[in-house]
């Protein structure tokens, strides 16, 4: 759902644990959600493991962000927005200021 009006962001965050784990998932979720906040309004942020696992059957362009620092999350992470008016399967990089 949403507010009218109000631009949606998404995130997409696989992460295999074993569900006896609680703090892999609680990592992943914060993961999630940290993905989500460097999501443009209205646009999707995948991980480097969702890409993977999606770069050649999704018909959308994948823009490389590089790796992120993201809060409370000691290992980098690598990320990537989600183009949905790139060629599919095209990745491009963004260029370095």
Do not use: W
């Not at 997409?12 to 460097?38: K, M, N, P, Q, Y």
């Not at 890409?51 to 999350?73: C, F, M, P, W």
């Amino acid at each position: 759902m949403g507010v009218p009006g109000m631009p949606m962001t998404s995130n997409i965050f696989e992460h295999f644990c074993d569900s006896r784990d609680e703090a892999s998932v609680a990592a992943a979720e914060h993961i999630a959600a940290r993905l989500e906040g460097l999501a443009e309004p209205g646009g999707i942020c995948i991980s480097a493991t969702v890409h993977e696992q999606v770069r050649n059957t999704a018909s959308v362009g994948y823009v490389d962000l590089g790796d992120q620092s993201v809060k409370n999350i000691p290992d980098l992470v690598h990320v990537y927005r989600v183009d949905l008016h790139g060629e599919p399967t095209q990745t491009q990089a963004v260029a370095s200021a």
